[in-house]
């Protein structure tokens, strides 16, 4: 399945999109990927996307500290 964002290839993708999204945006964001190991619910093994956003956003404002690229 080409949409599943669990499998190693889509967790990747989706780290990707995300960083270069906040990139665009001048934020350094810390994207990792997490491997869960087999689970019974889903019969399957999945990829954790973890990421150091708070609810969807960068954690410091885009004009913190005034450096050419802002960390969040």
């Keep these: ?3 599943d964002l669990c ?3 889509g967790a990747r993708r989706l780290k ?4 270069a999204y906040w990139a665009e945006r001048g934020y350094d964001v810390s994207v990792d ?3 869960a190991g087999f689970m019974p619910a889903m019969r399957s ?3 954790d996307v973890r ?3 708070v609810n969807g956003m960068p954690t410091r404002a885009a004009n913190d500290a005034g450096r050419e690229r802002r960390t969040a």
């Design 45 to 47: 093994a999945r990829t």
């Design 16 to 19: 990707s999109r995300i960083e």
């Design 51 to 53: 990421s150091n956003l």
């Design 1 to 3: 399945m080409s949409n």
């Design 7 to 9: 499998t190693p290839e």
């Design 33 to 35: 990927l997490v491997e």
